[in-house]
Structures are given as structure tokens and as C-alpha cells.
């Protein structure tokens, strides 16, 4: 997990990615997660070329294995990030979802 | 640049219960420096290549801690590069003697992975990519299953050509008594196999390995023996998104150019290659930026069996870390005996005939670091 004050540094930044369009390049289905993930594989992640250009890696959300294609539409929304225990503070972060 | 390979020590790979990371460091170092007929006593450095010990055993400071246990009290270093560790240990190492600090050196790299459940272990090596990747959940089987896909897409790579890279390591693993797997594999079982990261499963991944290897480097003896000819390291971005093509490594081809004009040779001067196969991807990516066949050609080239032991320029002869084993900080310096074996003719039954010249790739994370040698005899 991630310490508060990195949480609170990182959500500051969610602004900036908010409700950006792009398409997906490539994309892959993680079946074996690394630790903090475990309880969401399989999962999709995708390497999405916003519409100016910048690309980053996304995790996807609400979307269906079949309807995955190069160049797919995407929006970024924010989603919660990870596992979080009882006590500690629950992390958000951008994903994307198809249009 | 010459600096001879005076001697080479190499442990068994695998999953190796009874031995602790410094077990498998004394076990290489003792063999290779008793293979340099030399006295410990003139090893004037130590540089130890490990990525991961100190974060899944809280054991830093290796240098001395693997000198002082051969009873050294010389200048020692740890380098890490994360996949790359071990080439880049012998790439700094060679910088020491060509600048007439030391001359003579031990070089050892070493990992021990076994210790620790996959989940950490996964996680850790994460270590070697970008914030926004981890963010992403992604893995490094993940990061190397989207550079497959690129690959499809672009040049129609196949999945079965992906699978054939491994099929071929593991033949020639099962000639190497020092392979972690040392048996052949079928193209069926490596389709079949359980999924990791799609298109990537099970059996197109380098395995989770314990294992060490070490080599004593000396200045130019003009002794007759194997001497390395190049030593290049290149870089490029951590993170994969920032890359202009996901189909190509840069640091690859940068590094690999400068090695082949440092050793004033040709591509196809090159006898034999062990590259960085972690992912079946990852060869076919190799073979194509180092110049061994065209761009996008890579799955062709592998399966026509070129680089298969007996074909044209035999390629990951010791079973590459697909199927010889991939204990991070170690292979790059796994790389380097193998070729040395083969250029002194020690080989045994996957000996390649007339081995004159033979190239290593090493690669950090998704192609951050990339180091490469040449050998020749």
C-alpha cells in the first residue's frame, strides 16, 4: 500500500487526466497480478494514445473482451486503485473506460 | 579493447533450497578463480551484479559482503541495472582495468529468488518500471505481452512463431547439465500453457531462479584465450508509453552498433549469441536490433532454425533465460561463460563448430538498459 501523504500528492494530480479521449494502441489481460492486485485478475490494461498525442498505460474498466480492438475510443474516469485494509486510506486513481 | 575471460565459475540453476545468496556467490567466484590459475590475492576489485536481495531480504551492501567472505579486502561494488545488473557489472568492471585501476577483477552475479511467493517477487522487479505502470497493475510479462501484440499487429508475427523461440531454448537447455530446465518442450505445450499475460503464457516466460555466476577479467595478458572485444551499454526510457515504436528496443540497436565498431566486426561475423530472452518476444526483438535479419522478420528468422544449434548463427545455446534460467543479477554474466565455453571449445554436446566470435545482449526492464558484449578467441 501506498503511505497517506503519497495518496494525498498523487490525488492531486487526478485533475489532469480527467475525462480525456484517446484510443487504445495494444492491450493485454493479466491473469497473475503483482501484489496490491491480486483480487482484480484478470484485468485488462491497455496502452492508450490520448487525443494530443501523450500515451500511457490504463487499466480498463467496464469493458468486454470481445469488443477490444486496436484504435477503440476511450475516456479516462477516476476508479479506487488497488486493495486497501480496514484502517488505511483508500487510493483513487485514473482509468479508462471504451466509448 | 582486449580483456581476457581468465577464468569462468557457474552454479547449477534452478530452485535451489539449500543454498543462501552468498552460497551460490562463493561457490561461482571460488570455481572461476581457481579456472584463472590465479591467487584470490590478486583480485584487485569486486563488483557484484544483484538486483532484488535487498528488497525481498534486506541484505544491501554486497560488495563487501560477498568480498569480504572470499577473505578480500580489495575495492568491492554492487551494480544494479535490474535485468541488466550482471552485464552492466562486467561492462564497469572493464572499465576499471582499460583505465588501469586494477588488473585483475572478479565479477559476480547473483540472485536468489526462490525465497520469496511470486506476488513479491513480481512486485519487486517492478522495481524496474515506471511509476505509472505500477499504478496500472501491470507486470513486466504484461509490459513484454504488449510489445508481442504491437509486433502481431505490424508485422504479422504469429503466435506459434512467438512459442517456436522457446521450443528451441529448451532443446538446447536439455544439452546443458547446468539449465534449470534442462528438457525439451513441445510447440503445443507452449500454446496450452496457462495464460500470464495474454498473448504471453507460461511457458513464454523466464522462470523464477536461484543461481549464480562469476568470472575473473584481466587487462590485456597477450596470452592466448578467449578476450572480450566490446563492451557497450545504451539507454532509453523507463516507461514503455514514452517510446516512439513499440516494436523496436533503441537502446538495442545504440548499443549493439558501438559494440560491433569497438570490436571492428560485422553482424555476420558473429558465430553465436546469447540475447535476453525473458519473454519469447523479447529474442525475436533481438535478433531484429541487433541486425541478424530484417526488421519484423524476427519470428520468421527464429523459426526458419537459423538460430537453432546446427543452423546458421546458433543463438541462446546454454537454453537462454527461457529455459537455462533467468536469476536476474546473474545472467548477464551467465551470458558471458557461455560464450567464453563456446569460443574455447568447452561446450560439450551443444558445442558450436568453428566458434570464433560471439556476441551477449543484456537487457534492463523493457529496454531502459541494454548492454552488449563481443568475444572472440
Request: aromatic content about 6%.
Amino acid at each position: 500500500m501506498s503511505s497517506p501523504v503519497t495518496v494525498w500528492r498523487h490525488h492531486k494530480n487526478i485533475r489532469n487526466y480527467l475525462n480525456k479521449r484517446g484510443k487504445i494502441l495494444v492491450w493485454t489481460k493479466v491473469f497473475t497480478a503483482p501484489a496490491g492486485f491480486e483480487h482484480e485478475a484478470p484485468y485488462f490494461v491497455a496502452m492508450v494514445e490520448f487525443e494530443d498525442g501523450y500515451k500511457m498505460p490504463l487499466q480498463l474498466v467496464e469493458v468486454e473482451e470481445k469488443d477490444l480492438k486496436p484504435n477503440k475510443k476511450i475516456i479516462t474516469v477516476v476508479r479506487k486503485r488497488g486493495k486497501v485494509g480496514i484502517d488505511e486510506v483508500i487510493e483513487y486513481g485514473i482509468k479508462a473506460k471504451p466509448l | 579493447m582486449k580483456i581476457q575471460v581468465k577464468g569462468v565459475g557457474l552454479t547449477k540453476f534452478g530452485e535451489l533450497w539449500d543454498k543462501s545468496l552468498l552460497d551460490l556467490s562463493l561457490e561461482a567466484s571460488v570455481e572461476a578463480i581457481k579456472d584463472a590459475l590465479i591467487d584470490e590475492k590478486n583480485i584487485d576489485a569486486v563488483f557484484v551484479g544483484n538486483m532484488l536481495i535487498g528488497k525481498i531480504a534486506g541484505q544491501d551492501h554486497l560488495g563487501p559482503v560477498v568480498a569480504s567472505a572470499l577473505g578480500l579486502n580489495c575495492a568491492a561494488f554492487k551494480v544494479e541495472g535490474a535485468c541488466a545488473s550482471g552485464g552492466l557489472a562486467v561492462h564497469l568492471a572493464i572499465q576499471g582495468l582499460l583505465a588501469g585501476t586494477y588488473k585483475n577483477v572478479l565479477v559476480v552475479g547473483a540472485e536468489k529468488m526462490s525465497d520469496a511467493p511470486t506476488s513479491q517477487i513480481t512486485w519487486a522487479l517492478m522495481g524496474a518500471s515506471s511509476s505509472l505502470e505500477r499504478k496500472a497493475g501491470l507486470t513486466f510479462p504484461a509490459l513484454y505481452a504488449m510489445l508481442s501484440q504491437a509486433h502481431m499487429q505490424k508485422y504479422g508475427t504469429t503466435r506459434q512463431q512467438l512459442a517456436y523461440v522457446s521450443v528451441k531454448n529448451h532443446f538446447h537447455a536439455a544439452l546443458n547439465p547446468k539449465a534449470q530446465y534442462p528438457f525439451e518442450i513441445t510447440l503445443e505445450q507452449v500454446l496450452n500453457s496457462s495464460r500470464i499475460a495474454s498473448p504471453i503464457s507460461l511457458l513464454d516466460c523466464s522462470p523464477i531462479t536461484d543461481g549464480a555466476a562469476a568470472v575473473v577479467l584481466a587487462a590485456d595478458t597477450n596470452s592466448k584465450g578467449v578476450y572480450i572485444t566490446a563492451s557497450a551499454v545504451a539507454s532509453d526510457t523507463i516507461d514503455l508509453a514514452q517510446r516512439e515504436s513499440l516494436t523496436e528496443l533503441k537502446a538495442t540497436q545504440a548499443a549493439g552498433k558501438l559494440a560491433l565498431k569497438q570490436a571492428g566486426v560485422e553482424i555476420t561475423d558473429i558465430k553465436l549469441a546469447e540475447v535476453h530472452d525473458c519473454f519469447t518476444i523479447a529474442e525475436v526483438l533481438a535478433m531484429e536490433d541487433l541486425g541478424f535479419c530484417p526488421k519484423g522478420g524476427g519470428g520468421k528468422f527464429i523459426s526458419s532454425k537459423a538460430t537453432k544449434l546446427g543452423g546458421k548463427c546458433p543463438v541462446n545455446t546454454s537454453g537462454g533465460l527461457k529455459a537455462c534460467g533467468h536469476p536476474v543479477g546473474a545472467t548477464g554474466v551467465k551470458q558471458i561463460i557461455e560464450v567464453t565455453q563456446q569460443l574455447r571449445n568447452s561446450a560439450g554436446k551443444r558445442q558450436v563448430k568453428e566458434a570464433n566470435i560471439g556476441l551477449t545482449q543484456n537487457v534492463g526492464g523493457t529496454g531502459a538498459t541494454v548492454v552488449v558484449h563481443v568475444l572472440q578467441n
